[in-house]
């Protein structure tokens, strides 16, 4: 019950919201961002984020798609692919490894 108490006392306590999330060192040694240009070949094209399915697959997540001028961060599952998005992927070296493969095979 006090542990539930401490936990949601961060979200009484207005103060918290005003700071930035540290993350652990420990946590971003192991982690990666990549940036991969959708090209005429990727499966990817025309389809939904959610029919992807990158992170079932592969692990890695899309944290933004850099679309012409904008930057469209933290898409939704309705998100659909298009010519020359290029997509923003967090994960391991591994995991980046096998959504680099899978959305431009080439």
């Known amino acids: 019950d006090q542990l539930?108490?401490?936990?949601?006392?961060?979200?009484r306590d207005h103060?918290?919201?005003?700071t930035?999330?540290?993350l652990p060192p420990e946590v971003l040694s192991q982690l990666d961002v990549e940036l991969v240009a959708l090209r005429d070949a990727s499966p990817?094209?025309?389809?939904?984020?959610?029919?992807v399915n990158?992170?079932?697959?592969?692990?890695?997540?899309?944290?933004?798609?850099?679309?012409?001028?904008d930057m469209l961060t933290n898409p939704g599952p309705d998100l659909v692919?298009?010519?020359?998005?290029?997509a923003i992927l967090l994960?391991?070296?591994?995991?980046?490894?096998?959504?680099?493969?899978?959305?431009?095979?080439s």
Not at 15 to 18: A, G, K, Q, V
Not at 81 to 86: A, G, L, M, P, T
Not at 91 to 105: H, K, M, V, W, Y
């Open 4 to 11: 539930r108490r401490d936990h949601y006392e961060v979200l």
């Open 15 to 18: 103060r918290h919201s005003l």
């Open 20 to 22: 930035k999330v540290q």
């Open 44 to 51: 990817a094209l025309g389809r939904r984020l959610a029919d």
């Open 54 to 69: 990158l992170r079932a697959t592969t692990g890695a997540t899309i944290i933004a798609v850099r679309r012409g001028n």
């Open 81 to 86: 692919f298009q010519d020359r998005d290029v």
């Open 91 to 105: 994960g391991d070296r591994t995991q980046l490894d096998r959504a680099i493969l899978s959305l431009d095979p």
